[in-house]
């Protein structure tokens, strides 16, 4: 089953330490101690993170993982209201999201609203890039696509701000789109040809694959 995984170091050092309104409400696991989690928070927040935050993470005694059956918005809301109770009740390290890798400082999680989807794509996305394409990763939290585009017809600076753009629109409208339309991140920017397919740059079984596939975004060629 699909499942919304959230990663949260701390100091507990058995499950009696968790408050009783995580574990009376969500499903969880305890694992212990992870030497390379501090990294991958580090990684995975951008090297945002200062360097009390990662000593912070680097203390760990245990990590708490929330799971949520499903992708959607309501169990990322919900995902989003346990971690902020773990944070402010059991003074959580931060938080990760294993479905893309993306990291949080505790502060900056506190201050996540829920209903802002630029603060959503900030908590939940992730965008890399290989020799061929870049790419979003975490869309399929919300029960979305992701978005792949190319170096062949954008730079990567502007390959980042497209498929942010894009996420965020697709965030904030959940439009119904059909193959063969078209995004411009702004009305002077060239537009991109969208079209929908498999995802295929992971394989099914790891968490950042996206079940829904992804939308290819391909720079739209006009004819003189």
Known sequence: MDQLIICIPGKWENESEIPNSVKDQF?????EYDESLANAFNIGSGNTLSDEEIEAIESHKTTLYLKFDGY???????????????????SGLGVKIENSGKASSPEKWLSL????????????????????YYYSCGMHCFGMKDSICFPEETDPGYAGNLLRMFCIYLLMENPDLKDNETFSVA??????????????????????????????????????
Request: net charge negative; proline share 6%; charged share 30%.
């Open 27 to 31: 499903s969880f696991e305890l694992y």
């Open 113 to 132: 609203d829920e209903n802002n989807p630029s603060d959503l794509y900030e908590a939940f996305i992730m965008i890399a890039g290989i020799d061929n």
């Open 72 to 90: 959607s918005l309501e169990n990322v809301k919900k995902a989003i209201k346990a971690t902020k109770s773990i944070l402010k009740e059991a």
């Open 187 to 224: 009305d002077e920017d060239p537009p991109f040809v969208m079209n929908h397919s498999k995802c295929d740059h992971f394989p099914e079984d790891d968490l950042f694959f996206n079940p829904f596939g992804v939308w290819v975004l391909n720079k739209l060629v006009t004819h003189k």
